[in-house]
């Protein structure tokens, strides 16, 4: 089946990248003359994406003036205001009404990937209740480390290995698709050691549960706008 509903999350500020967002939320800082937000819109409505849930929060004005309500662009856009910053996991839970019982595309909003790759984000096979994207890394310390089967199926998924536990050479590429079933797993979610709910934590939840989680390696193009410095590289290329 096709997936037609996106989750795009763009509450946070950002503040690794200090004055850039003194006046605007992080995904809408501008790489190559758009707003981050705007690259992603755009790739998966040229995939058939056709309703987006923006979660917003901080500068949220920002957003809904630049987006509206989608049509200039083709598109229906709906928002709702994350209130409290306590984790990706509990951001999840205010799509629940969006979603309702069809699948959905949920992407950060500062992460960048060549358009190629949503084509296959939207493609939900029967047997699927999520897709996760992947990257070959080195080092996956500043993100998940994802444990694969050789079905690339997903068996773990361990957020930001500390030395010396067990890693992977597959890093969580941050874009995912879901099914409602998610929400079982979100709804269980209790605070990690970081305080927070953690997003991760109820993927994990749902691939142990014995439903299939099948990873996707992106190909092309990808970037966690994460600083500055990210950000310039990506604007001179």
């Not at 997903?154 to 879901?178: H, I, Q």
């Not at 927070?196 to 549960?209: G, H, K, N, V, W």
């Not at 099948?214 to 092309?220: I, K, P, S, V």
């Amino acid at each position: 089946m096709i997936v037609t509903k996106a989750v795009l999350l763009a509450a946070g500020r950002g503040t690794r990248m200090r004055e850039l967002t003194l006046d605007l939320p992080k995904p809408m800082i501008a790489v190559r003359g758009r707003p981050i937000l705007a690259h992603i819109v755009s790739g998966l409505k040229a995939a058939g994406v056709t309703d987006f849930l923006i979660v917003v929060g901080y500068r949220a004005g920002v957003v809904r003036d630049f987006f509206q309500d989608g049509a200039t662009l083709g598109v229906r856009v709906q928002y709702v205001t994350q209130v409290t910053q306590d984790g990706t996991g509990r951001v999840v839970e205010l799509a629940r009404d969006f979603a309702g019982e069809d699948p959905f595309v949920l992407s950060y909003g500062d992460i960048l990937i060549d358009p190629v790759n949503y084509p296959r984000l939207v493609a939900l096979e029967p047997g699927d209740d999520a897709l996760l994207t992947v990257k070959r890394a080195d080092d996956v310390s500043q993100g998940g480390a994802v444990f694969l089967n050789e079905r690339s199926e997903l068996v773990d998924l361990r957020e930001k290995p500390k030395p010396g536990e067990r890693t992977s050479p597959w890093y969580n590429a941050g874009v995912y698709t879901f099914r409602p079933s998610l929400f079982e797993f979100t709804a269980q979610l209790e605070k990690s050691s970081r305080g927070e709910f953690e997003l991760t934590d109820a993927i994990r939840a749902l691939a142990q549960s014995g439903r299939r989680i099948r990873c996707l390696e992106l190909t092309g193009e990808w970037a966690d706008v994460r600083d500055p410095e990210v950000l310039a590289q990506l604007n001179r290329s």
